[in-house]
């Protein structure tokens, strides 16, 4: 079994960067090797805990992470048959569950420190992995598109909150999810895809764009996560998630409002499908 544990360090969309105290509970003998352990699943127990500065301090971010297969070929494929998301308001966050020998990528997240506020803050976490099979360990450095890829991998596979309207479809973060996005899908083959969203009504929530009114051109057969938003901690004001949105198909592409970073790998970069 191997896992590589995966996040950005990217600066051109503030994705999170902080540190990991990566702790293995193996209850098998340590030496054996994989071969062992042909076409073998195990049961597998997922912790990520987030320290605050001082235990007395406020939590005020949902903690999430994302856990995908990843399938090497012609192309990197990622999340084909293995795409767990979950998230918690508050410090911990826990997953149980069976996976079969292969590789893995797991992603931990919050968009609630996405911003210049917090930009300069090191962060420290606790991920604790149980398994039955012996696990090899990677931590790289990855662009936020991977974090993009999963997310989109867990959502749309299983057509989650899927609204469908002409060549133009979109998609929503499951209920038990802590957070709310907006997935656009262009299924046209020619035209691109304009689309405005405004979500000036909303309260209490931190947006992965920094704005709550954007504007985006999705090229033909491409997705794109138009924002990920999570609730904030606002004394004596009530929290609302609220978005307007408007769609055309135009022939040429135009510039994305807040500007999406491309070449930087921003977050929000358009994916082909």
């Not at 309260?203 to 924002?227: E, N």
């Amino acid at each position: 079994m191997t896992i590589g544990i995966k996040f950005s360090l990217s600066n051109s969309n503030l994705f999170d960067k902080g540190k990991f105290y990566v702790e293995l509970h193996n209850e098998s003998a340590r030496n054996r090797s994989l071969e062992e352990y042909p076409q073998l699943t195990s049961n597998f127990d997922i912790s990520l805990i987030y320290h605050r500065k001082n235990r007395g301090s406020t939590l005020t971010h949902t903690q999430s992470f994302i856990l995908c297969d990843v399938e090497y070929g012609l192309d990197r494929d990622i999340g084909k048959s293995v795409a767990i998301l979950k998230s918690h308001y508050g410090a911990f966050t826990h997953w149980t569950g069976s996976l079969s020998p292969g590789f893995y990528v797991l992603v931990p997240f919050s968009t609630g420190f996405w911003n210049e506020k917090y930009y300069d803050t090191e962060r420290h976490y606790t991920l604790v992995m149980h398994s039955k099979i012996p696990i090899d360990i990677q931590v790289t450095n990855e662009p936020a598109t991977l974090l993009a890829d999963c997310l989109i991998a867990a959502v749309s596979k299983e057509n989650i909150n899927k609204t469908t309207d002409a060549d133009f479809n979109y998609y929503t973060a499951p209920k038990k999810c802590h957070f709310s996005m907006f997935i656009a899908e262009n299924s046209s083959f020619t035209n691109y895809l304009n689309l405005d969203i405004d979500m000036t009504d909303s309260t209490c929530i931190s947006s992965s764009r920094q704005s709550f009114i954007t504007h985006d051109c999705i090229p033909p057969r491409h997705r794109q996560i138009i924002f990920l938003t999570e609730w904030t901690h606002e004394r004596n004001q009530p929290g609302r998630m609220s978005y307007l949105y408007q769609s055309s198909f135009v022939t040429n592409s135009n510039h994305s409002v807040p500007e999406i970073n491309i070449s930087e790998n921003d977050f929000h970069s358009f994916r082909s499908f």
